[in-house]
């Protein structure tokens, strides 16, 4: 067999994004690569579906990216995670606090029905901020949220400890 892929190789690390002193992980160069995006969404798919869920749910924008592919494959519906203003219909809304300020993700309020089993899907796990404010999203939804999958974990944030699902990762960082 071929070695396996280095997924790393295809991230890119881009200093002083968005802001000075922030290293940014760029997983534009991954999903650009045929090859390379076909082997993270089949590890990936592998992740999720030990979770055996009902939906996907996105978090936008770069959650999408991860959650539409592997729904189809796995198939299971898929649901957006969106920022205020953007889903048409009555929506569920939750408020939460960044480091500086505040944010707000929606979801439709018809999206999941009660004890469907949900996965949260999200490009790179930080602070743990996103990913716990979207499990409560879901929750007040009447998902029963039963895993967290990232592509990137930044390990010295310690994000996950934040999280009261079971995360995987499949790139991780120090
Ligand atoms: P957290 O809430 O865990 O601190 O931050 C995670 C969120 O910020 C995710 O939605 C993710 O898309 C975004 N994010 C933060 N840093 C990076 C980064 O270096 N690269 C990418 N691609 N996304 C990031």
Not at 10 to 18: G, N, S, T
Not at 59 to 85: D, H, Q, V, W, Y
Request: overall charge neutral; some cysteine; glycine content about 10%.
């Amino acid at each position: 067999d071929p070695a396996p892929l280095d997924l790393k190789q295809y991230i890119r690390e881009v200093p002083d994004f968005p802001k000075p002193g922030i290293l940014f992980y760029d997983i534009s160069t991954l999903i650009r690569n045929p090859e390379a995006w076909q082997v993270a969404t089949g590890r990936l798919a592998q992740d999720v579906a030990r979770f055996q869920p009902d939906i996907l749910a996105g978090i936008e924008s770069r959650g999408f990216l991860t959650a539409a592919p592997l729904a189809t494959r796995l198939g299971c519906g898929f649901t957006m995670l969106r920022k205020p203003g953007k889903l048409p219909g009555k929506t569920i809304a939750h408020k939460y606090s960044l480091e500086y300020g505040e944010d707000e993700l929606h979801i439709q309020a018809d999206a999941v029905r009660p004890g469907q089993r949900v996965v949260v899907l999200d490009d790179l796990l930080a602070t743990g901020g996103t990913l716990a404010a979207s499990i409560d999203l879901l929750r007040k939804a009447g998902a029963e949220v039963v895993g967290a999958s990232v592509m990137i974990e930044l390990l010295a944030l310690g994000g996950r400890k934040k999280v009261d699902v079971p995360v995987t990762s499949l790139l991780t960082y120090e």
